[in-house]
């Protein structure tokens, strides 16, 4: 064993950084960063916990934005929004359905997906939409009017 360890001079940041960071600058393995932290007594590295605060602002916004957008903007993990949501009982946010029934006068006279791109839904749902009722494509429509000229 060598007379002075490489990792004795990392000795300060053992307990307040992680294990496997210490590792990479160290350029060693992580076992042996933690039999050295254990070696000279002191505690395994625990993150802070997150910002309550910023979590109890987040309260009246649960459910209305998705949990991705807050914890980004409260800057804590996803997973603490995600965590208060079901602890609170909170309906997770749900991205608001287009209603393309009000589209309905514009079945047929346009071909499915340049209605799917201003509903903002997918052409497929279009289709679904209009052969339900029962109305026919715009190039079947063009189709039948190209030949009877």
């Keep these: 064993m060598p007379k002075y360890s490489k990792l004795e001079r990392y000795d300060g940041l053992m307990g307040k950084v992680s294990d496997p960071v ?62 208060l949501i079901k602890s609170l009982g909170v309906t997770p946010y749900q991205q608001p359905r287009p209603d393309i029934s009000s589209y309905d006068h514009l079945q047929g006279k346009q071909p499915d997906q340049e209605l799917a791109d201003i509903i903002g839904c997918s052409k497929e749902a279009v289709r679904l939409r209009r052969v339900r009722l029962g109305i026919e494509s715009y190039r079947e429509m063009a189709r039948r009017t190209s030949r009877g000229q």
Excluded: C, W
Aim: glycine content about 4%; aromatic content about 4%; charged content about 15%.
């Design 22 to 83: 210490i590792a990479q600058m160290a350029g060693t393995t992580t076992e042996a960063v933690r039999a050295r932290r254990i070696r000279i007594g002191k505690p395994a590295y625990t993150p802070p916990p997150p910002n309550q605060d910023a979590l109890a602002l987040l309260i009246p916004f649960l459910g209305v934005y998705p949990a991705a957008m807050l914890a980004r903007a409260a800057n804590v993990p996803h997973q603490q929004v995600s965590k």
